[in-house]
């Protein structure tokens, strides 16, 4: 049986979950674009990474990278 009223939260909660997957996604370009080290072009390789891989890439930089510079560089 449909149930349409269900069919919109189901679409509601998918739209909220791409806003926070993009928000998480701006953070991350801000983040790395704004506090990474400029030493052998790292910069550049990761905003190049979260720009084309979006969501995986935001991810990617936040568990391996960012915990690594924070315990390096203190920022």
């Known amino acids: 049986m449909f149930r349409p009223f269900h069919a919109v939260g189901c679409i509601g909660g998918l739209i909220l979950l791409g806003i926070a997957g993009t928000i ?43 915990p690594d510079r924070i315990r390096q560089y203190g920022r």
């Open 24 to 66: 998480f996604w701006i953070w991350a370009l801000i983040d790395c674009a704004t506090k990474e080290p400029n030493e052998e072009s790292s910069k550049v390789v990761w905003i190049v990474v979260i720009l084309l891989t979006h969501l995986i890439g935001a991810l990617l930089y936040a568990i391996i990278r960012r």
